[in-house]
């Protein structure tokens, strides 16, 4: 394979990542699904098994969106914590074959950690309106979360497989 092409794909992951992050930035409505499209633009420089392709592509869409993030951070960092790092973990642990479980539980209560961060960091990121919801933010994101993460991490395997399938077929 040649290097200008995994470049190629590295800087089209990065400047794609970047453009979702800070339409998420921009549009708080769209914050969330911005920040799980640039998860899966993270995914491009894995088509060619490129380990470090995905980690420079998540370094640079990170560093941009800083620049253009005009302070809302929230969605930069909750970015950086998870899930811009989340499709080369992934991986990493399958072509490595690391237990399946383990590496679930790893993935889990990283994400789990990297929500509980996030919400300490910005509270008003995760919109608990009801003095109930403020009440029991914690449990719910720790319950919510693991819950969610299993329906992410499935989603996310998917988005992988189709991904590369799809470069293949374009030859790249």
Known sequence: MKKSV???????????ATVFLVVGVFV???????????SVCMM????????????????????LTLIFSSGRWEVVVTY???????????????????????????KEIWFIGSLIIVYFLFESFFAFE?????TYALPIIVIGGGLLFFVYDFIMFRFQKILDIAVKRLKL
Not at 130 to 134: D, L, S, V
């Open 6 to 16: 995994l470049i190629a794909l590295s800087a089209v992951s990065a400047a794609l």
């Open 44 to 63: 491009i420089p894995l088509t060619k098994k490129s380990v470090r392709g995905g980690i420079l592509a998540f370094i640079a869409s990170a560093l």
């Open 28 to 38: 708080p409505m769209f914050d969330y699904s911005c920040i799980f499209m640039a």
């Open 130 to 134: 009801t003095e109930w919801a403020r």
């Open 80 to 106: 950086a914590l998870f899930f811009g790092l989340h499709p080369t973990v992934n991986f990493i642990f399958r072509e490595r074959k690391f237990n399946k479980v383990i590496a679930f539980l790893i």
